[in-house]
């Protein structure tokens, strides 16, 4: 009885561990990130797309001025995807 009750709770115990990897997978990337996954490619890993963009916001910029000389600059990080 003492190795069924062992096995008992290893058994629990791989289960539990099952329950949270699979509780753990990671969301799919949205249209803007798929862009910026197959612009970045084989550099950046999944995970990493997710987390930078839950760090900052999209926002689009059609045919405006980044960055103008003589002005001060802000402290964002652009990443231009075309």
Do not use: M, T
């Not at 115990?13 to 753990?24: G, P």
């Amino acid at each position: 009885w003492i190795s069924v009750s062992w096995n008992s709770i290893y058994c629990a115990v791989n289960l539990f561990h099952i329950s949270l990897l699979l509780q753990e997978r990671p969301r799919s990337l949205r249209k803007e990130e798929e862009d910026l996954q197959r612009v970045l490619g084989e550099h950046v890993l999944h995970q990493q797309i997710l987390s930078l963009s839950e760090a900052g916001e999209w926002q689009c910029l059609c045919g405006g001025l980044l960055v103008e000389e003589g002005q001060e600059q802000s402290a964002q990080v652009r990443i231009i995807v075309r």
